[in-house]
């Protein structure tokens, strides 16, 4: 947990929402001098911002309209700062909730240096990384699709698997119906298999756009992650994109950490208990991880002698987590050392610890 800790004369704290606003400004010695609920819009933050001078900051929690008010005080040169929702909560968290008292904490957080911050993305690369979490989106919904076809082909005992190459497959797809007598199941089936068609021409134009007119930003960080076995176009620039700038980790713990790849130690008194908070973090790097580990063993015989072994001593589930982690770190150190993938060193060290993390693998 990091905390925004420069000084200032005045502190402004917004509690943020999509139509309105509610503003305090308090100055350095713990005064309220203004206070008022506003309408969202550019020329109210501009008339408060103006009255207060350039010594200021201005502080709001990480909800998904953040976006123009971070652009606006970079457009202004005004020092902004993004709070961590989840850790805000937990320390202003009061009996009383409003508006008007979340936007005073929020200022007298940034007053004492007690504001946790969470990574303002810039606003030159966040189009394209909302973008791939769309076609994620767009992915899960067509694989929901799929499940619910083929649970409905053991319900009527057709024993014939929807693999994701059949499904890709329209003159297969076409072929489902046909299995299926009764007109209600039949319409049901048909339903799906229209949502999966367009879900598919979805996913299959912007996947084309994104690979013949996007300009990667940063083409060497780019082509170090795509040296990944196993990490193809779309989960290397998604790495590259959820990352940003791999130099804001001050270590490979805080980066494995920030993916979710490791669990957080709890101990109280000497004694260690089991945590929670370990959905804290970036999910969209935990998946790419995650899927990345699965292809990074097809067709990889090497990696499959190293995934066998860890199978034995750690189980199936544990096995994947490690391997999903240790690609982590090998990024994080590719990254740091702008160094393509070298398969020795990879598997040069074969016992995976956790020494800059304090946690255990994820099971």
């Known amino acids: 947990m990091r905390f925004y800790k420069n000084q200032h004369q005045f502190y402004i704290g917004i509690d943020l929402h999509a139509r309105t606003m509610y503003i305090c400004v308090i100055n350095n010695i713990g005064e309220t001098v203004f206070h008022k609920n506003m309408e969202c819009s550019r020329d109210n933050l501009e008339l408060v911002t103006n009255t207060f001078g350039k010594d200021i900051v201005v502080g709001v929690e990480c909800i998904f309209t953040w976006y123009w008010v971070a652009d606006f005080c970079a457009e202004q040169g005004i020092d902004f700062a993004l709070g961590h929702a989840y850790y805000m909560k937990s320390i202003h968290g009061g009996k009383t909730k409003s508006d008007k008292i979340d936007s005073e904490k929020i200022a007298n957080l940034l007053r004492g240096g007690m504001f946790p911050i969470a990574y303002a993305y810039p606003k030159a690369k966040r189009a394209v990384r909302d973008l791939l979490r769309r076609r994620l989106f767009f992915v899960r919904q067509r694989a929901e699709l799929s499940v619910h076809l083929q649970n409905t082909n053991h319900q009527y005992n057709i024993n014939e698997p929807l693999t994701s190459s059949r499904m890709r497959s329209e003159v297969y797809r076409n072929t489902i119906p046909q299995k299926f007598n009764d007109p209600a199941t039949l319409k049901m089936v048909n339903a799906d298999l ?170």
């Open 194 to 363: 229209e949502m999966f068609q367009a879900y598919h021409d979805i996913i299959t134009k912007l996947e084309f756009q994104i690979e013949d007119s996007m300009e990667v930003q940063d083409p060497v960080s780019y082509s170090i992650i795509n040296s990944v076995p196993g990490l193809g176009f779309i989960l290397s620039l998604t790495i590259l994109y959820e990352i940003d700038n791999i130099h804001r980790f001050s270590d490979v713990g805080k980066f494995i950490s920030y993916c979710r790849l490791v669990k957080c130690s709890h101990e109280s008194a000497g004694k260690k208990e089991k945590g929670g908070h370990n959905k804290i973090g970036n999910v969209h790097l935990k998946w790419a991880f995650s899927e990345g580990a699965v292809l990074f063993l097809r067709n990889n015989e090497r990696g499959q002698r190293w995934h066998d072994k860890l199978v034995q001593r750690y189980g199936k589930a544990k096995a994947m987590s490690i391997i999903a982690q240790k690609l982590g770190r090998t990024v994080y150190y590719m990254l740091k050392r702008k160094e393509a993938f070298n398969p020795d060193k990879f598997y040069g060290d074969r016992k995976i610890e956790n020494k800059d993390s304090g946690g255990e693998h994820l099971a």
